[in-house]
T-cell receptor, first 115, second 113 residues
Framework: DAGVIQSPRHEVTEMGQEVTLRCKPISGHDYLFWYRQTMMRGLELLIYFNNNVPIDDSGMPEDRFSAKMPNASFSTLKIQPSEPRDSAVYFC?????????????FGDGTRLSIL | DQQVKQNSPSLSVQEGRISILNCDYTNSMFDYFLWYKKYPAEGPTFLISISSIKDKNEDGRFTVFLNKSAKHLSLHIVPSQPGDSAVYFCAASAMTNFNKFYFGSGTKLNVKP
């Protein structure tokens, strides 16, 4: 059974360009999370959705970042305009809620480099 | 201000010996804790969890200990195997927002054959 699928795996682009990262959660999961991993700050939660609705976006660094979930099987994280300090690995994760806490299942990430 | 801290960026252990990875947290509202394991170029994978009503949870070679008074948890791997070499993240959440996990910065474990 397929896990969380992220695309692209790698993205290299120049400063100022728009970047779109994509995620397909595990079928049946009703929570979707976007994380950013950097050397300095480790894994940070950017935003999460429940049933396609954004619940907590307090981790989104600034207005240049936006995330959408138009349906249960697809989400995007967009950076416009991109800056070199956005370079990081971005992970998408999904989970479902059955009787309490559940671990999140992560995709393999998108390594983003902004030149 | 990281609420979950892993103060050892790396750990090296001989195969067959015990690996002990440590994690400290500052938020007394945290009541659910997890450990994730991450190989290079892959996403983190769930390893083991513990809720605050327990002080120990065991799964095969992996045991997590929770000391609530010290706000400290640790992961013990016995015996360590070369395949355990990976980055280990601890994470915590609070019942008030149980889907919001706070992660530590990770500890890179190297198990030498």
């Amino acid at each position: 059974d397929a896990g969380v699928i992220q695309s692209p795996r790698h993205e290299v682009t120049e400063m100022g360009q728009e970047v779109t990262l994509r995620c397909k959660p595990i079928s049946g999961h009703d929570y979707l999370f976007w994380y950013r991993q950097t050397m300095m700050r480790g894994l940070e939660l950017l935003i999460y959705f429940n049933n396609n609705v954004p619940i907590d976006d307090s981790g989104m660094p600034e207005d240049r970042f936006s995330a959408k979930m138009p349906n249960a099987s697809f989400s995007t994280l967009k950076i416009q305009p991109s800056e070199p300090r956005d370079s990081a690995v971005y992970f998408c994760a999904s989970s479902f809620l059955v009787g309490g806490n559940q671990p999140q299942h992560f995709g393999d990430g998108t390594r983003l480099s902004i030149l | 201000d990281q609420q979950v801290k892993q103060n050892s960026p790396s750990l090296s252990v001989q195969e067959g010996r015990i690996s002990i990875l440590n994690c400290d947290y500052t938020n007394s509202m945290f009541d659910y804790f997890l450990w994730y394991k991450k190989y290079p170029a892959e996403g983190p994978t769930f390893l083991i969890s513990i809720s605050s009503i327990k002080d120990k949870n065991e799964d095969g070679r992996f045991t997590v200990f929770l000391n609530k008074s010290a706000k400290h948890l640790s992961l013990h791997i016995v015996p360590s195997q070369p395949g355990d070499s990976a980055v280990y993240f601890c994470a915590a959440s609070a019942m008030t927002n149980f889907n919001k996990f706070y992660f530590g910065s990770g500890t890179k474990l190297n198990v030498k054959p």
